[in-house]
């Protein structure tokens, strides 16, 4: 029997804004990988028993490429934590999403993200825009590359935050918002 086991380990950052970060990427010899705008969609059962377990199940368009993405409980790794993570690409966005709702799954949480991508000491570096709850600056790679990288940056563990970001737009769901750029718009049009 074939195991898989795909944990992700990584940090992430409330920024004010994304420009030293970018002359810090450029100083050190970040690898620029793209720009990106994701979708997502966050689906649970009716006893929300993905989220009162710390797990999530998301659907997310990033372009034309579609991910189904399953996230595991929190857990430690040294100074940092780390979550299983299982993705899948799917070939039909509807179709996956038709799928979980027969399942019993509804959608429950939507979000955009446009995302910078940098590669620095073997560190994914990504500068996410988020709408309704700003910027941050994500570190994903292994314990010690993000260490490093914490340090070339001049970013603090101390200062890393411990939420998703849907966690941190609790208040905006709460009052019947999506973290879409539209609705963002509206509001503060």
Not at 3 to 27: C, G, M, Q
Request: charged share 35%; with cysteine; hydrophobic share 35%.
């Amino acid at each position: 029997m074939n195991s898989i086991n795909n944990y992700e380990t990584e940090l992430k950052f409330k920024v004010d804004d994304f420009a030293k970060f970018r002359a810090e990427l450029k100083r050190q010899g970040a690898t620029f990988k793209g720009i990106t705008q994701e979708q997502n969609f966050c689906f649970d059962d009716k006893e929300r028993s993905l989220k009162r377990n710390d797990n999530l199940l998301r659907l997310r368009t990033v372009g034309d490429k579609t991910l189904l993405t399953f996230k595991g409980a929190k857990e430690k790794d040294g100074d940092l934590k780390k979550r299983e993570e299982l993705e899948l690409e799917i070939s039909n966005f509807e179709l996956m999403k038709s799928v979980l709702v027969r399942l019993g799954f509804t959608v429950y949480r939507v979000y955009e993200k446009k995302r910078e991508i940098y590669l620095l000491e073997g560190v994914e570096v990504v500068l996410d825009l988020i709408p309704f709850i700003g910027t941050h600056v994500e570190l994903e790679g292994s314990s010690e590359g993000i260490l490093k990288v914490m340090k070339l940056l001049s970013l603090n563990k101390k200062d890393a935050c411990d939420y998703t970001y849907a966690t941190e737009a609790e208040e905006w769901f709460k009052k019947g918002y999506s973290l879409t750029f539209e609705e963002e718009a509206r509001y503060h049009g």
